[in-house]
């Protein structure tokens, strides 16, 4: 069978627990809290890959989305040369769903491998 280009949809890792040196490149690392309240902003910091990944003109990522749920929440561009793919955003989970966990999505694109995805859940407590 013949293995689909990195173009070709999200990437998501093959062997979460074995990465291969592309995917630790590419990968966003989310450090969220483990719950949050609706209602209460909180922080999220994103990076994109274990391993560092260049921001050279020829080779950078161009930008990262956010989503919590179905909802999506930021889009953040990147210029290359002057940034670094880490970023930090204040988020507010909104409503009184019925849900006990959320899933925060974290895409973002590289211009010479693609979209590559993250994903982690979040439990929302109720009172």
Known sequence: MEEKGLFCGINRPKDASNLSDMEKKHIPVIHAPEEVRP?????VTISVGEMPHVMDEAHHIQWLEVSFGENFYARIDLTPVFTRPEVTVTLVRQ???THET???????RCNLHGLWEA??????IKE
């Open 102 to 108: 959320g899933t925060l999505r974290v895409v973002e």
């Open 119 to 124: 994903a982690r859940d979040i439990r929302i």
């Open 95 to 97: 409503g009184k769903g």
């Open 39 to 43: 209602g209460e902003p909180f922080r």
